[in-house]
Structures are given as C-alpha cells and as structure tokens.
C-alpha cells in the first residue's frame, strides 16, 4: 500500500490526481502541504486526506510516507524533490521538472544516488491516442517520418490565470507550461531527441511579463522537421498532432488534453481510415506505472531524464526567441 503525501494544494492535484491515486489499489493519501493553513486544512477537508501541514518537514518525516506527488508553482518543484529525495521518498514531480537544466541534472543525480524513483508527470505519453500514434509510427505504416506538427493553442481557462500569466519567478510562460510537454510527446512518438530549435514569442491578449504564445522549428537527429505551436489565448482552436510520413499521414484532433479525448485518423493510398485507441483515464496510468516503479517492477512513465530534457528543448525555445537565435541543446551526455 504506498501512502502519498501531496506537497502542493494545487488545482491538478484536486481535479485529477488524488483520485487517480486512489483509483490504483494499493494508493493512499495522507497528507496534504501547502504554504498557507487556511488552504491546506481546507484541501484536506474537501478530499477527505487525513493530515494537513504548512510544514513541508513534518510530511517528510512521516515513516508511513513513501511518495509525494509535487505540484506547486514551478519555481519549488526542485527545493521540494530535493527535500524529499534527501527523506529517502520516491517522487512524481510536474513538468516542468525544475526551472533549469542544472536543477534538474542535480535531481536525477540524487534520485539516482538515493536508489529512490523520480518521475515526471508528462502525462501524454501515457494516454491511449499518443501510445496509438506511436505504434503507427513504429510499425512503419507512414514510413519514413517527414515531418510532425504539433497544434497546442489552448483557451487558458479563467480559474488557471494567475501566476501562468505574470509570474517568470515563479515559471510563468506558455514555454514552461506547454512547449514541455510538446517536447516530451516528440520525444516519445519519434524517439528521438530535438538538437536543434529556432523560435518566435508572442503576448497576444494574457501575458504580461512572460509570452502567452509560442511557435518553434525543431531540427531532429532523423532529419523530420518539426513544427510546435503553443498558447493561452485561442478560443476556438482544437489541440492537434499531425505526423507525414512517405507512406501515410496520421491526423490527431484534441489529443493534447488532460481526458481521454480526440479521434486520429490515418491516410493512405488506401484511403482514409479511423484508428482506434484505448480510453482509459490518462493520469491513473501515469500513477499505475509509478507505482510499479516503486514496487521495481517497471520505470515510470516519464523518468527523470525524460523530465530534464523536455524542459532543456523548452528552455533552448525560450532562448531562441530571446535572441533571434538558433540553439543547439547540450543534454550532457
Ligand atoms: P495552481 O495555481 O492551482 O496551484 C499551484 C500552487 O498555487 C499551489 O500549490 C498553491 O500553493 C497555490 N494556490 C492554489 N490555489 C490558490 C489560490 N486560490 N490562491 C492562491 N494560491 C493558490 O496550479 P496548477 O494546478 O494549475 O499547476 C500546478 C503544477 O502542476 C504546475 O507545475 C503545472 O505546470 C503542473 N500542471 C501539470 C499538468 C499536467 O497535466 N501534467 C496540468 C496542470 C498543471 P500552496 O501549495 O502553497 O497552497
């Protein structure tokens, strides 16, 4: 029975992640922290979790406590892995995983040192549509890849518009929020790495101190071009992946959400033809698989590693709008 602590009364962890870990049989959660008590009783009170803290500590020391599912503002995620890594606690982070490429290689290293799981929860790669779309891509029905468009304009919804939008401190930006997990799913369809990116930024209407907007260009080790497109602030657009390959294309609509969601269609010479995917809920996957990992049967998901370099491809878009510049990722391998 692995017991959590949730480190962050943050909204992801209310709307989807302590149900996804009671969903799995053997998850629990026993505490909640947050900075201010009002809100940590409160978060406690209406998910009915046992213990609430302000003290980060207190959690820690728990003995019964063997992971904690960290998902507060950006800017923390790595003190609090830290913390918890150095308590001997496995744990399933946010994206991004940290605020830079240094943080995140230091909390690799401790994980790896303290024999502890450190996981990210890049929860697309664990959902039905994108496993459906890299098993068309793997069998070779497109072929070889030419080229892969990733379409993730959003509509921030009003309750998220707070330190997204005006906190670079904090990991503001449409970059930290939502190239990540871009970067994360190119890698996880193409298995490949990103080496190289060229960027534009925009603010269009939310943004104020950080870009709600984002279009790059991705060089990748196979030559397949790819195209990413993030924001904040479309109201009518629908989440899309497109993969072309020499012998089909694969068209993905609404698949770059937090359900279940969206249909994926593959053309060919042969027509025009619906795939079909698994629908199971996508973050009580990323939870069965971390617990697995926990139990040393299997890796998680997302790894560390994954985690640090999703957000070393989002930091090189960031740096790449800041400067005109092109920029070639260094993964320090
Ligand atoms: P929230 O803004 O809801 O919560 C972040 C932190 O802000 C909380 O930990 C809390 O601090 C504080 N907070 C929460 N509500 C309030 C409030 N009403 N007034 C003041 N402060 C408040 O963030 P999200 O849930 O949207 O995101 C949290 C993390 O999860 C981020 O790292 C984000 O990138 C990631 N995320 C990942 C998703 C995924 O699909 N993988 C989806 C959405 C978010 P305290 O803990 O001190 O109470």
Known sequence: NVKWALLGASTIAGQYMVSAIRAQTDGAVRWVVSGKAERARAFAQAHRIERWSTSVEEALEDQAVQAVYISTTNEKHYPLAMAAIGAGKHVLCEKPLAMDAAEAAEM????????????VNHHLRSAGSHKAIRALITSGALGRVLSLRLFHAVHLPEHLRGWRLDNPSAGGGVIMDLTVHNADTVRFLLQEDPESVIAETATSGMGAGVEDSAMSVWTMPSGAMVFSHESFTHPFTESGIEVHGTQASVFARGVMAQEPLGRIELVSKQGRGEISFDAAEIYGSV???????????ASPAA???DGAKSLMVARAVHDAARTGARQTINYGE
Do not use: K, P, Y
């Open 287 to 297: 939870i069965e698989d971390f617990q697995s990992a926990v139990a040393r049967r």
């Open 108 to 119: 690799v290293s401790a994980a790896r040192s303290a024999g502890v799981t450190l996981a």
């Open 303 to 305: 790894t560390g590693t």
